[in-house]
């Protein structure tokens, strides 16, 4: 798989362990706050990462770099802020489409759940703003 693939599913991955020790741990409103937030920075994270192979896989081949360095070589001779910058840059790996379900690429998939997982965190935001809201009312 590419890096931005790679990418999606650490995000994917770190997503699940912060909801699955929430659920373990099965914190007190402020608890719920902070998972929520690491929770939906990992969403977004995932979502940058899947809009951008998403755009990859639509646009012609000329625009992205056949190869580059490994993620070691990156960490020792770029700065984060370059490593992050070429990892976003993509390649000819992540303009394939190797899987589709319903017409739709992994990548499509991906950036459907980390949308899905926003707008849901969105919601339970709310809910705890507006439940807060009405314990002070009281």
């Avoid at 798989?1 to 362990?17: D, H, I, M, S």
């Avoid at 070691?72 to 976003?88: G, H, K, P, Y």
């Avoid at 991906?110 to 707008?119: E, G, K, Q, R, T």
Wanted: with cysteine.
């Amino acid at each position: 798989p590419c890096f931005l693939c790679q990418v999606q599913r650490l995000f994917l991955a770190v997503f699940t362990l912060i909801n699955l020790s929430a659920a373990i741990h099965n914190p007190k409103r402020s608890g719920v706050f902070l998972y929520g937030l690491a929770s939906m920075s990992c969403a977004v994270l995932g979502a940058t990462a899947a809009v951008r192979q998403v755009l990859l896989q639509n646009s012609v081949p000329d625009q992205a770099p056949d190869c580059w360095p490994s993620a070691q070589d990156m960490i020792e001779n770029l700065s984060l802020e370059d490593a992050v910058r070429s990892v976003f840059k993509g390649t000819v790996d992540c303009m394939e489409i190797n899987w589709t379900l319903f017409d739709l690429s992994l990548p499509e998939w991906s950036l459907l759940f980390f949308v899905a997982m926003l707008i849901l965190g969105g919601v339970q935001f709310s809910r705890l703003l507006f439940s807060q809201r009405l314990s002070l009312a009281r």
